[in-house]
């Protein structure tokens, strides 16, 4: 491609907006000139990019106009008070905060539903859904076309830089500290994060959901185009750094061909299929690569309608920035 863009990322220093940058030069994505943004506390910090460091600028003082397309890798208070003025720059916004509504800016995964970008109009505003909706849809989109998805019921197990970079210091720290014998201080998370289990990500609502697990399901019934699919959800938050796992159960109205579920699984992009009487770890498997590995693929004990899967995948990677990526190299062809 001759032409290249002028592009921002807003939120450059964080977990996520680091890794969307370094996947931006790994796949030569046609950059005339990149704007790295954050708040004033990150602002003067530097990005490498190109054999470069490029500085990383207020985002209050950015004049939208001189670019094409916009990341927002920050959170939702900061693409709710930017991304309107990058869409009256007539700028397009690729938001992976969740903040923004579907009607305005529908979750796209590439390998799910490309079809939803047609129609689009012009500046074009998209969401990359969470990281646990991405991996999944990856996985279920291909299974579609078997079975009827009935329910889908999932423990998510969730890697601690869900939460951000905050999270994973904290679990550095703490997990030195009782290395060391020390005595344990939490800070972030409200308790013992290292070498334990916490029940809940996030803080529930009225009826004991929280919202990453609201969200898990509107954009994966969004993603799949099924908005009445019935689907249970618990996220855990694990003491690891990078790299989700799910423990998935869907239900089927029919008996379940494994041989055809993991032909299915073969042949679709952006799944790695583990081999029968393996399966894949994120610290072993999934932390660094662009795919989502699926393992230990069966039907139930006694229910042969029911088909379980474990799946890993890196959160910030695959699940969020390269994601992103992918979004922003389909606009490049037709809508930008």
């Known amino acids: 491609m001759n032409q290249s863009f002028d592009i921002a990322v807003i939120g450059a220093t964080g977990t996520v907006g680091e890794t969307l940058v370094q996947i931006l030069e790994e796949r030569d994505f046609p950059i005339a000139n990149l704007h790295l943004l954050a708040s004033s506390e990150s602002a003067g ?83 990359s859904p969470s990281a646990a909706a991405t991996s999944l849809a990856v996985v279920l989109a291909p299974l579609q076309a078997l079975f009827e998805i009935q329910r889908v019921s999932l423990t998510a197990s969730l890697a601690v830089s869900t939460q951000g970079r905050e999270a994973v210091t904290e679990l550095a720290r703490q997990t030195a500290e009782l290395l060391n014998a020390r005595p344990l201080e939490p800070r972030f998370f409200d308790r013992q994060m290292a070498f334990n289990l916490l029940a809940q990500v996030g803080t529930p609502d009225e009826h004991g959901h929280t919202l990453l697990e609201k969200r898990l399901v509107r954009e994966l019934r969004e993603v799949l185009a099924q908005p009445l699919l019935k689907i249970s959800v618990t996220c855990v938050q694990a003491p690891v750094f990078f790299g989700d796992s799910y423990s998935v159960t869907l239900q089927s109205a029919t008996a379940i061909d494994l041989e055809a579920v993991n032909a299915a699984l073969e042949a679709a992009p952006g799944i790695e299929l583990v081999e029968a009487g393996d399966y894949p770890t994120a610290v072993g498997d999934a932390v660094g690569q662009d795919v989502v590995y699926v393992g230990r693929v069966r039907a139930g004990i006694d229910a042969p309608a029911e088909l379980n899967l474990w799946l890993t995948s890196d959160n910030v990677r695959k699940g969020a920035a390269l994601n992103a990526v992918q979004l922003a190299e389909l606009l490049i062809k037709d809508l930008l």
Do not use: M, W, Y
């Not at 939208?64 to 700028?91: D, I, M, Y």
């Open 45 to 127: 910090h530097s990005v490498p990019f190109r054999g470069k460091n490029v500085r990383v600028r207020e985002v209050d003082e950015f004049d939208f106009s001189k670019v094409q397309l916009a990341f927002f890798a920050a959170g939702p208070a900061v693409t709710l008070s930017f991304a309107p003025r990058a869409t009256a720059a007539n700028c397009a916004v690729i938001d992976l905060s969740g903040a923004l509504p579907s009607a305005q800016a529908p979750n796209l995964v590439p390998e799910a539903n490309e079809r939803a970008l047609a129609g689009l109009k012009k500046p074009v505003q998209l969401s």
